[in-house]
């Protein structure tokens, strides 16, 4: 695949702002206003017409909607190690001389670049752009992906708290350095963000709040001028809160990674996951939390180990296994999956597609062919009545013949779902956080009796699971991947013949945006 056509992938299919750049990282083209707008797929074939070998650069920050940090000397591996561990799964790119990119979704968008503030760190963000693979650099060496962990087949994590919280420390002292030359800290214009400042690490650091009073009282006093010491209660409440905040959104957090995470844990699986920095300030403050839940009773201690625990359940129900028939729902799928894999009631669906793979035709040719059978409800959450009504107009059933009940609905779809019915829904959105896809489906999935759900998913090319990775695959009893041109079973869990389907795929081509064309009969690759 040439540069242009990985540009042009960066640009449509991720999203992100694309310019030309050299083999010495000098920008091609004046790329001020594409920090503030996207190059149109004419514009990008024409630089790269203009000049076949150049590089391809992403402008980083909110216009891309990520963050990039450069790690370019062995020390900076250590220097970060604390802050961006290695068990979080994020894209990682190899620069042509022996460093790497790691790329993260920003939660504050506006972070601006910093160089050097960490040792052999650079910082992209705001203002600043990254090149990106499969660019040569200046020795002839290529940008490439660290295998498996390349942009396109894996999303990115949030950038950790734990890293910004670094970078805006070394920045504030920095600048507090450049403003001493000039005046002295804790004078007027700078003592208010001076003294917050120095509550909020004391707070983080948990001493007690009467030492922290005492402090910042002294350093009231020695103002220039001296700061009103009846506001000094105003500063420490105000740390206070935004460590209150933080902890407040580190323990949802853990939560929901408890609430599908099965067997035994700790504080260092949790750690593990990647779901947050692996920092001194998380460890401590995971504790507390795991501490808290155990209290309450959400879970328990696990044998005698101890930070060791499970989820405490103490409602059980008898299965009367003597008694149970199997009851299959005669449920019937495009391609003919259901010779494949039976669907029992209170099952979960999944439907992972790349974008523009035909996801929402897949779902409206299924409840096509069980309208008349079964009651379907089909939620939207892109689709207007106009969009609706045009894409059904392409299907051979006329509009007053179609028996669904279509709904909008974007969010909270434990709250509608019917429990007895066939529930489509179209697509579960998530941006990020995706670890809460495995709640969000839990949550569907306890709603439902004798009815099931199907629920769409976006997912990275080359990579069969949806956003979320292995929490979107747990509670599914079929799961299927659909790309440009392929639907592949990945997971059957209830075969409907003695032959294994998990893994077996087929081609076909899509009609108008409606109809199916098969291209080959289901096999197994080798």
Same mark, same amino acid.
Do not use: C, M
């Given at each position: 695949m040439t540069i242009l056509e990985n540009a042009l992938r960066y640009r449509m299919e991720l999203d992100c702002s694309v310019i030309p750049v050299f083999a010495n990282k000098k920008p091609m083209v004046k790329w001020e206003e594409f920090q503030k707008r996207k190059a149109s797929e004419d514009e990008i074939k024409a630089w790269w017409g203009k000049n076949p070998k150049a590089n391809v650069g992403i402008v980083t920050g909110a216009i891309s909607n990520l963050c990039v940090v450069d790690i370019d000397e062995p020390?900076?591996?250590? %220097?970060?190690?604390?802050?961006?561990?290695?068990?979080?799964?994020?894209?990682?790119?190899?620069?042509?001389?022996?460093?790497?990119?790691?790329?993260?979704?920003?939660?504050?968008?506006?972070?601006?670049? @910093?160089?050097?503030?960490?040792p052999g760190c650079d910082f992209r963000g705001n203002g600043g752009f990254i090149v990106a693979p499969p660019s040569i650099g200046t020795n002839g060496k290529q940008y490439e992906w660290v295998l498996g962990l390349s942009l396109f087949n894996l999303p990115m994590q949030v950038l950790p708290l734990s890293y910004i919280s670094l970078i805006n420390s070394l920045a504030f002292n920095i600048n507090a350095r450049a403003r001493s030359n000039d005046h002295a800290m804790f004078t007027k214009g700078t003592r208010d963000d001076d003294l917050f400042h120095v509550a909020n690490h004391l707070v983080k650091s948990r001493m007690p709040d009467g030492e922290v009073t005492e402090i910042l009282k002294r350093l009231a006093l020695s103002c220039d001028p001296t700061f009103p010491l009846d506001e000094i209660p105003a500063k420490i409440d105000s740390a206070i809160k935004r460590a209150e905040r933080r902890e407040f959104n580190l323990t949802e957090e853990i939560r929901a990674w408890i609430s599908v995470t099965d067997g035994d844990f700790s504080v260092t699986d949790w750690l593990k996951s990647g779901q947050t920095a692996s920092s001194v300030t998380n460890r401590d403050t995971a504790r507390k939390v795991f501490q808290r839940f155990k209290q309450e009773g959400y879970i328990e201690k696990a044998g005698k180990k101890d930070g060791v625990y499970c989820r405490k359940d103490n409602q059980l129900e008898e299965l009367d296994f003597i008694n149970a028939e199997e009851k299959v729902l005669d449920l019937q799928w495009p391609f003919e999956v259901e010779k494949w894999v039976k669907i029992m009631p209170r099952n979960l669906i999944v439907i992972a597609g790349e974008v523009n793979a035909g996801k929402t035709a897949y779902l409206l040719n299924f409840s096509a062919l069980n309208m008349l059978t079964h009651e379907i409800h089909y939620f939207s959450s892109e689709m207007g009545a106009i969009e609706?009504?045009?894409?059904?107009?392409?299907?051979?059933?006329?509009? =007053?013949?179609?028996? #669904?009940?279509?709904?909008?609905?974007?969010?909270?779809?434990? %709250?509608?779902?019917?429990?007895?019915?066939? @529930? #489509?829904?179209?697509?579960?959105?998530?941006?990020?956080?995706?670890? =809460?896809v495995g709640l969000l489906m839990k949550q569907i999935y306890d709603k439902l009796e004798d009815g099931v759900a199907i629920i769409a998913l976006q997912k990275n090319p080359k990579t069969d699971f949806g956003l979320g990775g292995m929490r979107s695959i747990e509670k599914a009893r079929l799961y299927l991947s659909l790309e440009n041109g392929v639907i592949k079973i990945v997971k059957g869990k209830n075969w409907a013949s003695e032959t294994n389907p998990n893994g077996i795929s087929r081609t076909f081509k899509l009609v108008q945006g409606a109809k199916f064309l098969s291209t080959s009969e289901w096999r197994r690759e080798k």
């Open positions: 020390k900076g591996f250590e %220097a970060i190690k604390d802050y961006i561990p290695n068990s979080i799964k994020t894209p990682r790119a190899k620069t042509p001389r022996g460093g790497e990119h790691l790329y993260f979704k920003t939660p504050d968008k506006s972070l601006a670049n @910093n160089s050097r503030l960490i609706l009504r045009a894409r059904l107009g392409k299907f051979e059933t006329s509009l =007053k013949s179609w028996k #669904v009940k279509f709904w909008e609905r974007s969010s909270a779809f434990d %709250a509608v779902i019917q429990p007895n019915a066939i @529930n #489509v829904i179209d697509f579960l959105e998530i941006h990020d956080e995706f670890y =809460k």
